[in-house]
């Protein structure tokens, strides 16, 4: 079966710390990965997204990920975070069908 | 702003019951997809429509049913609610149904008492 887990559940960090949350996932065949963000009280919001080519995917807002294939991983990093990024994480996987399966999500907390 | 459309933002109700969750998608996207966000569950695909006939089905319950309209707005009707169904009900849209990426809309929060 198709699954996306996420590695942390929270995360508590300062400004200008970096971030990298974890994403793992199980499907068969080519798979189509993304990273979609959550703030407070609104909808969620497309960070970044692979499809195909260089692994390392940059997004908005300073968010980048790579994509390792031999490890099924698609880790979202920023270098520098700041209080804006409080939010929920949520990493998801889709393939033939674009149904996407989402991990359970990661709430980040970036402390002023 | 996405561009996708949910109405109403909140919804208050009585075990059950039955409401109508409505979707209007981006301008010149087809496909429309439901989601349900809980606490317990996560978010979890629930339905997907493509220029009006369904295309997928997840993990959505007997007593929910979702259909597309012509004009390609989406609604998701749910009944005999019980108190689990309270959650966050996303709809999302997307240009075809192949692999591309789909936007997500404000969401309409429901509460069922």
């Known amino acids: 079966a198709q699954s996306v887990s996420q590695h942390n559940h929270h995360v508590i960090l300062s400004e200008a710390a970096s971030l990298e949350l974890g994403c793992n996932y199980s499907?068969?065949?080519?798979?189509?990965l993304f990273w979609y963000v959550q703030y407070p009280g609104q909808h969620l919001q497309l960070l970044l997204k692979y499809f195909s080519g260089d692994p390392l995917v940059k997004g908005i807002k300073g968010f980048e990920a790579e994509f390792i294939k031999s490890k099924f991983s698609f880790n979202l990093r920023k270098p520098s975070v700041q209080w804006s990024d409080t939010a929920e994480y949520f990493c998801a996987a889709s393939a033939a069908g674009n149904k996407l399966t989402f991990g359970g999500g990661t709430r980040v907390l970036v402390k002023p | 702003d996405s561009g996708v459309t949910q109405t109403p933002k909140h919804l208050i109700t009585a075990t059950g019951q039955r409401v109508t969750l409505r979707c209007s998608p981006r301008?010149?996207?087809?496909?429309v997809y439901w989601y349900q966000q809980s606490l317990d569950q996560g978010l979890q695909f629930l339905i997907q429509?493509?220029?009006?006939?369904?295309?997928a089905k997840g993990n959505i319950l007997e007593r929910f049913s979702a259909q597309q309209f012509p004009d390609l707005h989406s609604e998701l009707n749910l009944s005999s609610l019980e108190l689990g169904d309270s959650a966050l009900y996303f709809c999302?849209?997307?240009?075809?149904?192949?692999?591309?990426?789909?936007?997500f809309g404000p969401g309409t929060r429901l509460l069922v008492l």
């Open positions: 301008s010149g996207d087809l496909s």
């Open positions: 429509y493509y220029n009006g006939e369904e295309r």
């Open positions: 499907y068969g065949g080519t798979v189509n």
């Open positions: 999302a849209s997307s240009v075809t149904s192949g692999t591309e990426t789909q936007y």
